[in-house]
């Protein structure tokens, strides 16, 4: 009972007006995939019946027995609007047929790289809110992103079957609560405002507001009320919408509109009266089966039943009378339609965050006026695993011009530059494909302004790129993503039986292809390793590794590692000294901590290698107390010459000194790598040169001599310095209810975590806590809460910052030193650290 | 194309002078400036260690040159490119009575010492062949016997001689010449060494890796380290007996000649292994000394076979299977079995040559039996790091741009063939490949060369294997190279050390190419696309120079200076450097008075004494 068929979708991708992008997106567990459902369910892919139970854009196996979205689904509907309710659209369109992209997303925050990935392609974003948890540290984190990437939001209140069924609440009491999660979206989106999104808050009163119910398929925003009641009372329909929200209040007694509560007891808000009442008076008869009350209700309604569906009883009548009244669909696809710009109004504010290049030339005008004639232009954002075991599809969106099958492409990776031919391909596309629920189909081209599945380019493109045809040579690339999560977590795997070891080194290169945001590395001793966002992403990245992308052929995991960081406490205590290997060279240096906040702008990029030297200096002047003259006296940032820590030349008046600078920031690169404790990579350590004696004929002075000698003086400086390690640690957000707040702090306490906030959201019984967690206890950690809160409080885990151990790694016995022991074995060194005396000389 | 390095650098000087090197300062003028970097390091090195006057044993080549031969030895090792010490001593004459009253006091030790260095056999090899100037190659800890065997040695030649009246009698004497501190690997012939003095045979002393010679014959006397036969007898049994596969059993080279009588042993103390075939016990052939040079690389391998001589026939009875050959010892499988369906016993000591054994088959269990401490040693884990570990450095080369080639034999069979076929297989990989010879490679030596992301090491088997903790860029092998460089080729964990086996390897067919490679160190796909260009280039040849110019010309971002593996060629990381010379056009143009400069030794300027 399919509505639709592709030929008919292919044929509405051309009225770029009539289309939309969005993808929905929320916090774990507010509702998105099963109010996808009720969407789908729409256009006629699945019965309307079955709607929010089948969770259709689930695909995975494990995703549907987890209950979670791992994998962000993409979805083209097919939608066509009555004249009647397009009337009051001001917007440019095309006849009455939609089309609707939409991409579900999930809302674990181990998975937000498959949001950044789903919005880079969408223009607009429907942000799914749970009514009565509210606005959550994910459902903020993701509106922050769409804001980001210029998508425009609108806002649905989930879950409105709680307030009716499970709560019990009044009229008022729901108000508040709604207009509270409403206030509380409002602000985290007017903090992110962009003057060429314009305004992006929602207003139930403008219609950017729906409530919903994902599980039994109903919505309505305030139109649909206001279009009820506008014709009773003879006034506007937008007049009647305002009326609808806010301090607006009727009396029935007197029929009168007041913006104050009166007092008196028939005078209730307008949104409780028109609105919240008659729903609660629907279900309560429902669930009551006092069907002789029901059918004269209906009738009054307007709602014509089946006459099977009259013999349903309590909650699945309740379901059917609801869809039928207020189905989802519609509410959600006009708001949709009415509310989130069309690719071709989007584009033309979206070009800026786009495109690298320049702004005036055709590419960008091309993507600026959605042009199906222009160049083309496409991103390809992730990609899909196909059911040919290792194949992918390659997904995007045609940001302009049309992609055909068969079409050669010019495929710019992410790191290619403008004018040369590094990470560069010209290949042709085999299929062009397009999603409809689980089934896609093969169409002949896909013009601008859709998304789009490609065959036949997987082994060129790594994990995301720029589209354009051969021949546009000049053509920049479209800006590469950022994601807001880093892999912290890393897990070294190794197969079973040794002579499976290409088996897995192949599926570590699909896993990688796969997901964004994994990534598959090999550390000094030879062992692979998986590093992923948090304890559940890697479970199933390394689900999918050894099912999907080795065949089944068994794997090893390790326990989880994390890497550390290491860093010195003070300024070195006093200054050390090294001899080069012909004792002709000696580097004098100190270690010292770098400011506080310094590391962290490094890291950022704020400050960096690249940066003009007097802003680099005026910048560290004058926010973190440097010395003007010194500031420029930086030789280099390590390691991998970005990392956050640097060289800083103190000399006076050396002779030769600038000869060996590349050798001393060869020997930097290579320490800063490996710090002396552990050889895990240095943090906010300035090196500073003190001295340096060199032999006057510069072939005693090569880099044979000076290298070794650099790393060996810049360890001797470490230590001296009170070393320290630094661990990565999570910002926890739990919510749960007062009664499980004794469980969670214990938990907690037993973790190393410490909670600095805890706040209860006003209006309900639920605790907000936010939490520090180091990363290294947080295995297990959502496991053991869930028991000792019995279920009622779940995580989310984000990496914040690094925290340094207090313990001292160089006094035996403490916590610090049996962590550098451990990972010291773990990598296959000598389980002793090299002392001092090895790497400092004597005069 | 490639800037080729080609420095040979030998020293001599006289053995029992080491300390008393005058004319130090004309090392240094051996090294034109020209040579670039190579020649200043080694020359420093030298200074450095010339301080306590101990060189660096690479360096060090001595030449004792016994008295009855003198003359003709001076005129071959006049060479206008080396430098030679000549200082004549003769230890021998100096104190005669030393031996003779040793040899006299304890007659047994004599004979022990006789057996040990092999003297009879040495002796009737040299007669037989007829060799005439005869070096004999000592490890450096062996070369405090070395006057011992020289004179013993001569003594049953002259015997031997007198004995042997059927030839004419007026034969010249046998020049007998003492080498030692080889520059590469002591385990390895030094033929280059051997032919300063004309030599037609090199006696080699001491622990081998019997890599297969290029022009000169060899005669191997391995030692004879004692060992607790029962002892050893009986771990070998309890191992049997617990193993599950058949056991067999190989062995340092120094314990080859108790190897028989360990065989005897077992087999009279129990008779389990006709009970039960699991349990079988199997010994590799004990090689014969004798080596003579194939031209022919591509038979190396046929070439041990045929000088099995003196092993036992009976362990390879009814064997027709495939024939193994590792560091001189040889064996044979029965038909359709493979080294997988074996346990290895090895007797002897922790050291390359068990390592190598470890990495060739790392499939098998392996046991160690130290037959010093006379006990067994099964905790092998630290061995099969280094495997893990040398995997790393292959994932480590792929993503490499400039490699470099040492030469670390200039003896072993077929090393001009590997040496070309690794810089073919680099230039393929679109890769620069720069060939460097300096002797023994230090971190010193190779940080001299910091533009190279990989050295690639060209020696015997068992020097091969550099631990490279110490150096800033990876030591890698031949065949850990070829693994690297050829796209699609994959680590199986199949290793092979030996230059024969590597060039049978057959040459992987190269599957997909297009595909983006894999990078485990950076966690994504890199392209090399180099591939790429090379395409492009070969259709117009005659444009190659300019496209080359065109890239070394490339204007390039200044402000990193050294990033590993960004530059793709010698001359573009120096054009990255941020000190390029001296500047010659200064603005201040205006002439500067002089100053005084600083005063002293390097070790401790005048100036800075009290500062410290």
Not at chain 1, 329 to 347: C, D, G, N
Not at chain 2, 277 to 303: G, I, Q
Not at chain 2, 534 to 549: F, G, M, P, S
Request: aromatic share 8%; net charge neutral; glycine share 8%.
């Amino acid at each position: 009972m399919v509505k639709f068929t592709a030929d008919e979708l292919r044929r509405i991708m051309d009225y770029k007006h009539n289309i939309r992008n969005m993808s929905v997106i929320a916090h774990v567990d507010h509702g998105k995939s099963t109010l996808t459902d009720s969407l789908v369910a729409a256009a006629g892919i699945i019965a309307q019946e079955v709607a929010g139970d089948v969770r259709m854009t689930d695909t995975r196996a494990d995703e549907a027995e987890r209950g979670i979205t791992i994998k962000s689904t993409g979805i083209s509907l097919y939608y066509e609007m009555t004249d009647d309710s397009l009337k009051s659209f001001k917007g440019e369109r095309n006849g009455n047929e939609y089309l609707i992209n939409l991409i579900d997303s999930p809302g674990h925050v181990d998975f937000s790289s498959e949001v950044t990935a789903a919005l880079r392609i969408t223009d607009g974003a429907l942000v799914v809110v749970d009514c009565v948890e509210g606005v959550c540290v994910q459902t903020e984190t993701v509106l922050r992103q769409a804001l980001g990437e210029r998508i425009r939001p609108v806002l649905t209140v989930n879950k409105m079957d709680r307030c009716f069924l499970e709560l019990q609440v009044d009229g008022e009491e729901a108000y508040q609560t709604f207009s509270r999660v409403i206030e509380n979206a409002n602000v985290i989106m007017a903090t992110y405002e962009d003057p060429l999104l314009g305004d992006v808050q929602v207003y139930p009163e403008k219609g950017t507001v729906a409530f919903s119910a994902g599980l039994h398929g109903w919505a309505f925003t305030l139109t649909n009320f206001a279009k009820m009641y506008a014709s009773k009372f003879g006034v506007d329909e937008t007049k009647m919408m305002e009326r609808l929200w806010g301090e607006n209040f009727f009396d029935p007694a007197t029929k009168k509109w007041t913006t104050k509560n009166t007092g008196s007891a028939t005078c209730k808000r307008g949104f409780v009266q028109f609105c919240y009442e008659p729903i609660k008076q629907v279900i309560n008869t429902c669930m009551n089966d006092q069907k002789d009350k029901l059918w004269p209700m209906l009738t009054k309604l307007g709602i014509t039943m089946k006459s099977e569906e009259k013999d349903l009883m309590g909650k699945p009548l309740m379901k059917r009378v609801m869809q039928t009244w207020l189905p989802a669909s519609t509410a959600l696809l006009e708001m949709m339609i009415f509310h989130l710009p069309s690719p071709s109004t989007a584009q033309r504010y979206r070009v800026e965050n786009l495109y690298e290049g320049p702004l005036d030339d055709q590419y960008a005008t091309a993507i600026r006026n959605c042009d199906p004639e222009g160049p083309l232009m496409l991103y390809v954002s992730k990609m899909i695993p196909a059911s040919d075991k290792g194949r992918f599809f390659a997904f995007g969106r045609v940001f302009s011009g049309k992609v055909s099958t068969g079409l050669k492409v010019r495929i710019m990776g992410p790191n290619f530059v403008p004018g040369e031919k590094k990470d560069l391909y010209v290949k042709s596309v085999q299929r062009t494909v397009i999603w409809m629920g689980k089934r896609q189909e093969t169409v002949e081209d896909v013009p601008c302004g859709n998304t789009v599945a490609m065959v036949g380019l997987d082994q060129f493109i790594t994990k995301n790129a720029t589209l354009t045809n051969e021949k546009e040579v000049d053509a920049h690339p479209i800006r590469a993503m950022k994601f807001s999560v880093s892999p912290v977590v890393r897990v070294a795997v190794q197969c079973k039986v040794a002579s499976d070891l290409p088996k897995l080194v192949e599926g570590l290169k699909r896993l990688a292809k796969s997901d964004p945001m994994v990534v598959c590395t090999i550390e000094e001793s030879g062992e692979h390793i998986v590093a992923g966002a948090g304890e559940l992403h890697l479970e199933i990245c390394l689900k999918d590794l050894q099912d999907d992308f080795m065949g089944g052929a068994e794997i090893i995991k390790s326990d989880p590692v994390v890497s550390f960081r290491e860093t010195v406490l003070e300024r070195s205590c006093r200054t050390v000294m090294s001899k080069s290997p012909n004792k002709h060279n000696r580097l004098y240096m100190e270690a010292r901590p770098l400011e506080d906040g310094l590391a962290e702008a490094i890291d950022d990029g704020k400050i960096g290698p690249r940066d003009d030297p007097k802003n680099r200096s005026k910048i560290l002047s004058e926010e973190y107390g440097w010395d003007k003259d010194l500031a420029k006296k930086i030789w280099c940032f390590g390691p991998e010459t970005t990392g956050p820590n640097m060289v800083v030349d103190m000399c006076k008046g050396v002779q030769y000194l600038n000869e060996i600078k590349d050798s001393v920031v060869a020997g930097f690169q290579w320490a800063s790598k490996e710090g002396a404790l552990s050889e895990e990579n240095m943090r906010a350590i300035c090196f500073e040169v003190c001295d340096v004696v060199l032999h006057t004929d510069a072939i005693h002075r090569g880099g044979g001599q000076i290298i070794p000698t650099a790393r060996r003086v810049f360890y001797a400086s470490q230590l001296t310095a009170k070393p320290r390690l630094l661990e990565p640690v999570y910002m926890v957000e739990i919510q749960a209810p007062e009664q499980a707040l004794g469980g969670i702090y214990s938990v907690l306490n037993q973790k190393r975590g410490h909670v600095f906030e805890e706040m209860q959201r006003p209006g309900t019984p639920l605790y907000n806590i936010k939490a520090y967690l180091p990363v290294i206890e947080s295995f297990g950690f959502s496991s053991q809460l869930r028991a000792a809160t019995s279920g009622q409080a779940f995580p989310q885990c984000v990496f914040d910052h690094w925290d340094m151990m207090s313990s001292d790694p160089l006094e035996a016995g403490s916590q610090a030193a049996t962590l550098v022991t451990d990972i010291r074995k773990r990598k296959g060194l000598k389980e002793q650290m090299t002392p001092l005396s090895e790497f400092e000389d004597k005069l | 194309m490639f800037l080729a390095l080609h420095i040979f650098f030998k020293l001599y000087s006289q053995y029992n002078k080491p300390h008393k090197i005058k004319n130090f300062k004309s090392f240094g003028s051996l090294f034109p400036a020209s040579l670039g970097s190579i020649g200043p390091s080694i020359r420093l090195l030298l200074q450095s260690r010339g301080q306590k006057l101990e060189l660096n044993p690479s360096f060090r080549n001595f030449f004792l040159k016994p008295y009855t031969n003198k003359n003709s030895a001076a005129r071959n090792l006049n060479s206008d490119t080396r430098v030679r010490v000549t200082v004549k001593t003769h230890l021998c004459r100096k104190n005669p009575n030393l031996i003779g009253k040793r040899s006299r006091s304890s007659f047994t030790l004599a004979m022990d010492f006789e057996s040990n260095y092999d003297i009879a056999t040495t002796a009737d090899f040299i007669r037989t062949h007829k060799f005439t100037r005869v070096a004999l190659q000592f490890p450096d800890d062996l070369l405090k016997d070395s006057t011992r065997v020289v004179s013993v040695l001569r003594k049953r030649l002259r015997s031997l001689r007198e004995s042997d009246t059927t030839g004419s009698g007026d034969e010249p004497d046998i020049g007998l010449f003492v080498m030692a501190d080889t520059a590469y690997g002591s385990c390895c012939v030094d033929e280059v060494g051997a032919s300063h003095i004309n030599a037609d045979c090199v006696i080699h002393y001491g622990h081998t890796c019997f890599s297969p010679t290029t022009t000169l014959p060899a005669f191997f006397v391995f030692g004879k380290a004692s060992i607790g036969l029962a002892d050893c007898v009986e771990s070998m049994s309890q191992y049997a007996l617990t193993s599950s596969k058949p056991i067999m059993v190989l062995y340092g080279l120094e314990y080859a000649h108790s190897i028989q009588q360990v065989r005897k042993a077992l087999l009279e103390s129990s008779t389990f292994c006709t009970s039960d075939p699991k349990s079988e016990v199997h010994f590799a052939d004990v090689p014969s000394p004798y080596m003579f040079p194939s031209k022919d690389t591509k038979k190396l391998n046929d070439l041990q076979e045929e000088t099995c001589g003196c092993g036992d026939n009976s362990s390879s009875d009814g064997a027709s299977g495939a024939a193994y050959s590792i560091g001189g010892l040889t064996w044979k499988l029965l038909e359709g079995q493979s080294m997988e369906d074996y346990s290895l016993f090895w007797i002897g000591h922790d050291n390359s040559a068990f390592a190598n054994v470890v990495l060739r088959f790392n499939a098998c269990e392996i046991v160690r039996y130290d037959a010093t401490k006379s006990q067994m040693v099964a905790d092998l884990s630290q061995q099969r790091r280094i495997l893990k570990r040398r995997y790393y450095l292959v994932e480590r080369a792929k993503d490499a741009n400039i490699v470099g080639i040492l030469v670390g034999t200039l003896g072993v069979a077929g090393y001009l063939h590997i040496i070309n076929q690794m810089m073919g297989l680099i230039t393929a990989a679109g890769k620069k490949a720069y060939t460097l010879v300096m002797g023994k490679p230090n971190p010193a030596k190779l940080a001299n060369f910091p533009e190279c992301d990989v050295f690639l090491y060209v020696s015997c088997a068992q020097t091969a294997l550099l631990d490279s903790k110490d150096y800033l860029a990876p030591v890698i092998t031949p065949f850990e190279a070829t693994i690297a460089f050829n796209r699609g080729s994959q680590w199986t964990g199949a290793y092979v050390m030996g230059f024969g086996d590597l060039i049978n390897l057959p040459q992987v067919q190269v599957g997909n190419q297009e595909e983006a490679r894999f990078s485990f160190l950076k966690g994504g796909y890199v392209e090399d696309f180099e591939n790429q260009e090379n395409n492009v280039e070969e259709e117009r040849e005659d444009l190659a120079l300019a496209n080359a110019t065109e890239k070394a010309l490339q204007l390039r971002d200044n402000c990193n200076s050294i990033i590993k593996g960004g530059a793709k060629s010698g001359a573009e990381f120096f054009a990255n450097r941020t000190y390029q010379g001296l500047n010659i056009p200064d603005d201040n143009t205006t002439p500067q008075s002089f100053v005084i400069g600083r005063k002293g030794r390097a070790a401790g300027y005048e100036d800075e004494n009290n500062k410290h």
